[in-house]
């Protein structure tokens, strides 16, 4: 059997599904629109949780609230199924393939073999779509991939049932009603909301101020815990920034297109201005990678360097508190 | 970013024959996307990352050698795995896969134990309990 389904790349796995799904139910929404409506963006600094054996930052809110989000705010319902046992959730998958519902997984990625071996982390968060089951193969439409795939029935279990932290116990879950038209006008003023409210809280783990706090954090790493374990930390973080997923400068780019995008709908300019500004703070961002980049290529650099690196952050936090004001104002 | 800055470096997406996915602005600055081969700034991180799971798994490697660790913790390593993941695998508390790394706790292991550990690594009990010289 095998479903009618549309698959487009798209930058972020979960944006990807959703948007995928919803065309697939007679909707077009973008992913820059499933983003921003989700209120995706974010930065954050877990300092209790180690990946890799360092401290995780991340540029996106915790998976699976974009697509809640986006749900509730254009009125859309969604079905989430878990599993304790592979058997039936492999069973619960296929009679969602007979009714020609195509449906979301959230699967780890680290055996997912079509990835390259470097990509293979331990990491749970991943999504796709199943559309359909051919010759003892389901049939993948993964949104990062330019073109869809298949994986054998052992190798989907293996994914849907990875194990660590966020492990998705088979986790399943599909759109089930829909309103007659969407209304996006609102659904984009909350999402934007919401943003300016996360990215400006006064909590020093979330928005601008966990910002600064790395930063703070970046000066004190080469004397406190040594040059390597120091780009070590500053690896992840720029391999947390430019992941594939998130199209670029932390899903800034992703944030702007939205906003150029709302402007439009809103038929507000001044959403277009700031799309401009969050498009440089996202050029910052690069440069930031780049200069943090030749400190770890080398393994050895001054402190100087690391001080230098870190004044870009605190000048990219100045500036995107500055720009979120902006943008509460704007709506 | 502008559309013609997207950047085309080699990366290991290519064997796969993946290209990720970027936004960026075109000439009359209307954002649009384009794909992408590869940055050097991200791959020379990630290829950080894995010589330093390499260099840990090395390390184990010769721990086990010289009889100061299990070849547990070698296995979990070469899995890039750490305690936590493994013990969420092998369905046990932490602290019990740990003292499974002690030579002399590794060498009692019950049948079943060892068979967890194997099936989870991908390999033959025989293969967990004499790692490669």
């Known amino acids: ?331 | 970013m502008k559309k013609s800055e997207v950047p085309q470096d080699s990366s290991s997406l290519e064997s796969a024959n993946i290209r990720e996915m970027y936004y960026a602005v075109d000439e009359n600055g209307e954002y649009t996307t384009e794909l992408s081969t590869g940055w050097d700034p991200k791959k020379i991180a990630l290829d950080n990352a894995i010589q330093d799971i390499k260099e840990r798994t090395e390390a184990a490697r010769q721990k086990v050698l010289k009889n100061e660790t299990s070849p547990v913790e070698y296995y979990m390593e070469l899995n890039k795995m750490d305690i936590g993941i493994l013990a969420s695998y092998v369905g046990m508390w932490a602290w019990r896969v740990k003292r499974h790394f002690k030579p002399s706790v590794f060498k009692k292991l019950s049948a079943k134990t060892y068979q967890k550990y194997a099936d989870v690594f991908d390999i033959t009990v025989e293969q967990l309990k004499h790692i490669e010289k």
């Open chain 1, 1 to 331: 059997m095998e479903i009618n389904f549309t698959h487009k790349q798209s930058a972020h796995c979960e944006n990807g599904v959703v948007s995928n799904l919803m065309r697939f139910n007679g909707f077009e929404v973008s992913e820059p629109m499933v983003f921003g409506i989700g209120s995706g963006l974010l930065f954050s600094y877990l300092p209790f949780l180690k990946v890799n054996h360092a401290p995780v930052v991340t540029y996106r809110v915790m998976p699976g609230f974009i697509f809640n989000r986006f749900a509730k705010r254009v009125g859309v319902k969604i079905k989430r199924e878990k599993f304790k046992n592979p058997k039936q959730a492999q069973q619960r998958l296929e009679e969602n393939l007979k009714n020609n519902n195509p449906v979301g997984l959230q699967v780890g990625v680290y055996n997912l073999l079509y990835f390259p071996d470097e990509y293979r982390f331990h990491f749970n968060a991943h999504n796709m779509v199943v559309y359909g089951k051919k010759d003892d193969r389901y049939l993948i439409s993964d949104p990062v991939m330019e073109e869809v795939t298949s994986l054998s029935e052992k190798e989907l279990e293996k994914v849907r049932f990875a194990k660590g932290a966020f492990a998705p116990k088979g986790h399943m879950y599909f759109p089930t009603a829909f309103p007659k038209k969407l209304d996006l006008e609102k659904a984009i003023v909350k999402g934007i909301k919401h943003t300016c409210k996360d990215m400006t809280a006064p909590v020093p783990i979330v928005g601008v101020r966990a910002i600064k706090k790395i930063a703070k954090l970046i000066r004190k790493w080469p004397i406190k815990k040594g040059i390597k374990t120091a780009n070590h930390y500053l690896g992840q973080i720029v391999r947390m920034q430019e992941e594939i997923g998130t199209g670029g400068g932390g899903f800034r780019y992703i944030y702007g297109a939205f906003l150029q995008e709302a402007s439009t709908i809103l038929n507000n300019p001044k959403l277009a201005e700031l799309s401009v500004e969050i498009t440089k703070i996202g050029d910052l961002w690069r440069d930031f990678a780049v200069d943090a980049s030749r400190i770890y290529k080398n393994r050895s650099a001054k402190e100087d360097a690391y001080n230098k690196i870190a004044s870009q952050l605190e000048d990219i936090a100045h500036q995107e508190e500055i720009f979120f004001k902006k943008l509460r104002k704007a709506i």
